[in-house]
């Protein structure tokens, strides 16, 4: 085993990058005429889904700038493959808007704020999740009516939240990095000496009711009783069970697929965990639309019964796909892309789901695909962007830079990041002109999509 270099010696490098990639060089958004038809990517991406489900995809994204952004993870990866980068490395959400910033259950059920949605997580330039959050706060705020200089403000808070955090990572043993979190009663109790009254009550209300979205509400909500069986409930075309998708015996092989795929899963679990998911039994099996970029990716609500009809689990089977990122950032490690989701959420979050795994399946067309299995709800809560005032939403950023830093100094050279950052404003300046610029771009390639459903180039489903 060699010795790596010191942690002078990455701070050194760190600040030495400054001179190769100067930090207001962050600014830039160099769109040009080469720049790729947004419509054209995220056509390539339809081809590959579930086609009834795309139109529903388009519609999603057509209802504003904000949710065009959400769907748009493959425009962006392109975009920001154009943007300068230091070269130095860490694990990408890459998908790191603000809404994928939430509240979250440990094992140990204490209520986590941190990072959610790795679908697109690889090993990339730590500036491309910096950058896609910032750039979702402009959005965000644009649609909110936020003035320029109150956005300026919200995406500078993030920023500097980001660096300043990155700062003290820096400095910290590198256990104490990788047993960092941020528990949700500290983050509550920090927050409510800085928000008004309403703020806090809404704040209080949110993990009020993210404590009741677990498996126990899910249950109830989806499912129903027939015939002294419990079945989950259809509510096409977004929930539709196996029995109303496919004549019985395609839909006998695929139930019977979807039963291999949780079964088989539970290799990629730990020892213990396995253990518990083999207490349970798989009773019935429904499609689902989620999200919004991922409408029309195989998506599949298992519902597991233990000791009795009282006692439930519903997991979610989710196609992963290759990342949007791998074009630029190279490709994935991992030859499953089920596997690529799973071990970027673990390096990723403080503490992930105990059902998280993955699997590969051989559908009734014959073609392989890989999934990730998870709960389905286990304690989640959002912040509802529009719902933010200029207050709630600076404090919110502030979380969120401080989240991303967490994620990222536990894969990256965080002495390297932190040193390239250095105390002042510049990079916090730099991705405020940023955001304002590819904001605007975000909006011309929602307009695009607008005209291409107009003239009739792609079909899009009204939201229901």
Wanted: hydrophobic share 40%; proline share 5%.
């Amino acid at each position: 085993m060699t010795n790596g270099p010191t942690a002078q010696e990455r701070a050194e490098q760190g600040r030495a990058l400054r001179s190769e990639v100067p930090r207001s060089r962050h600014a830039e958004f160099p769109a040009t005429d080469g720049r790729a038809d947004p419509i054209d990517i995220i056509e390539r991406q339809s081809a590959l889904r579930v086609p009834e489900l795309v139109p529903i995809r388009y519609g999603r994204m057509l209802e504003s700038p904000f949710r065009f952004y959400r769907g748009a993870a493959a425009i962006m990866a392109a975009d920001l493959a154009t943007t300068p980068s230091t070269g130095l490395r860490t694990q990408l959400c890459g998908d790191a808007h603000l809404l994928n910033f939430r509240l979250l259950a440990s094992p140990e059920r204490h209520l986590m704020f941190d990072l959610n949605d790795f679908d697109e997580t690889l090993p990339g330039p730590w500036e491309w999740d910096v950058k896609r959050l910032a750039a979702s706060f402009v959005i965000a705020g644009r649609g909110n009516g936020f003035s320029e200089s109150v956005r300026a403000d919200i995406v500078r808070a993030a920023c500097a939240s980001y660096r300043e955090r990155m700062r003290q990572y820096a400095d910290l043993r590198t256990l104490e990095v990788w047993y960092a979190h941020a528990d949700m009663a500290d983050v509550q109790a920090e927050e409510e000496q800085e928000l008004g009254s309403r703020g806090r009550a809404g704040l209080s209300r949110i993990v009020a009711e993210a404590r009741t979205h677990d498996t126990v509400q899910a249950f109830r909500k989806l499912t129903r009783k027939s015939g002294g069986r419990v079945r989950i409930a259809a509510d096409p075309p977004l929930i539709v069970p196996l029995d109303d998708l496919l004549p019985d015996a395609e839909r006998d092989e695929l139930e019977d697929q979807i039963r291999g795929v949780i079964q088989g899963y539970g290799h990629s679990l730990r020892s213990d965990h396995r253990r518990l998911l083999e207490q349970y039994r798989v009773v019935d099996v429904a499609r689902k639309v989620v999200g919004v970029g991922s409408v029309g990716t195989r998506c599949w609500i298992v519902l597991m019964l233990g000791k009795d009809p009282e006692d439930p689990l519903l997991l979610q089977a989710k196609e992963a796909d290759d990342s949007v990122l791998a074009p630029y950032a190279g490709a994935s490690a991992h030859t499953n892309q089920g596997e690529r989701v799973v071990t970027g959420q673990r390096l990723m979050q403080a503490a992930s789901d105990i059902f998280l795994g993955w699997e590969r399946a051989t559908g009734i067309d014959g073609r392989q695909r890989d999934f990730y299995v998870r709960q389905l709800r286990d304690w989640k809560g959002i912040m509802p962007a529009d719902m933010m005032r200029p207050v709630g939403m600076r404090r919110f950023a502030v979380r969120c830079g401080a989240t991303l830093a967490r994620a990222h100094a536990r894969s990256g050279d965080r002495i390297a990041i932190a040193a390239y950052l250095g105390r002042g404003t510049v990079f916090d300046e730099a991705l405020v002109r940023f955001a304002e610029r590819y904001a605007d771009q975000n909006e011309r390639d929602h307009q695009a999509l607008v005209e291409a459903v107009r003239e009739g180039r792609v079909t899009a489903q009204p939201p229901g």
